[in-house]
């Protein structure tokens, strides 16, 4: 496997349903990141880890639950979802999380989250 | 605060027309990065280049090119002679000390 993957693809839930979504990236980076994109709206930065610390929550609902057990992987831990999180959830690693060229963020190809 | 925007919402074109997507950068910083990155409809976002608020030389790429003017803070994009593949959404970001993105220009080339 290369660059940054993403499971499952595709999720549906419902609200009472506990799930993770799992991100893993072979570029030996430092930095991993959670987005999410919904329709018609910018992309919104949830969690930052660098070297396995959290260093930025913006502000997520607690039914957004993140874990970094190690440097490449990443986990996002959904229970009592509500409609409105349906979206795509990118995942994303960078060499660490400062500005610069090392930031450069590779992303993978999304996890497609539908709450019913 | 850093801003990013992209004017254009969506862009139609035929095939092998050439197409140019705009990106205004506002930061109060002297010293930042500016990405382009494509969405195709499979979703994974896509790096395609990266440039320091330094360098102002044009960059060529097989069929992409960008223009990067420090002075209006633009950092435009353009994909020459179009094809169907180049559909997606492209997406503008700067990197002063975090990474932001613009809310992107879907770009459709027909056949």
């Known amino acids: 496997e290369t660059g940054v993957t993403q499971t499952p693809r595709h999720l549906v839930m419902g609200m009472t349903n506990k799930k993770s979504l799992k991100c893993e990236q072979h570029?030996?980076?430092?930095?991993m990141y959670w987005y999410k994109q919904s329709a018609k709206k910018p992309l919104e930065l949830m969690f930052v880890y660098n070297f396995k610390e959290q260093t930025e929550n913006n502000s997520v609902p607690s039914r957004f639950s993140p874990e970094c057990p190690n440097s490449s992987h990443l986990f996002l831990h959904l229970h009592t979802l509500q409609p409105e999180d349906s979206a795509l959830y990118l995942c994303?690693?960078?060499?660490?999380?400062?500005?610069?060229?090392?930031?450069?963020?590779?992303f993978g190809p999304g996890t497609r989250l539908t709450v019913l | 605060a850093q801003k990013v925007t992209q004017a254009q919402t969506e862009i139609s074109v035929v095939e092998k027309e050439d197409v140019t997507l705009d990106c205004v950068y506002e930061t109060r910083d002297t010293t930042y990065y500016l990405f382009w990155y494509k969405q195709p409809p499979s979703g994974e976002l896509v790096f395609l280049i990266r440039r320091n608020s330094f360098d102002e030389q044009n960059e060529i790429s097989g069929r992409y090119s960008w223009n990067f003017q420090k002075s209006t803070s633009s950092f435009n994009f353009t994909i020459t002679a179009s094809q169907v593949v180049d559909s997606a959404v492209y997406f503008c970001?700067?990197?002063?000390?975090?990474?932001?993105f613009g809310a992107g220009t879907t770009v459709t080339v027909r056949a």
């Open positions: 970001a700067g990197d002063d000390y975090k990474l932001s």
């Open positions: 994303a690693s960078s060499q660490d999380g400062t500005g610069g060229p090392s930031n450069t963020q590779y």
């Open positions: 570029l030996g980076h430092n930095a």
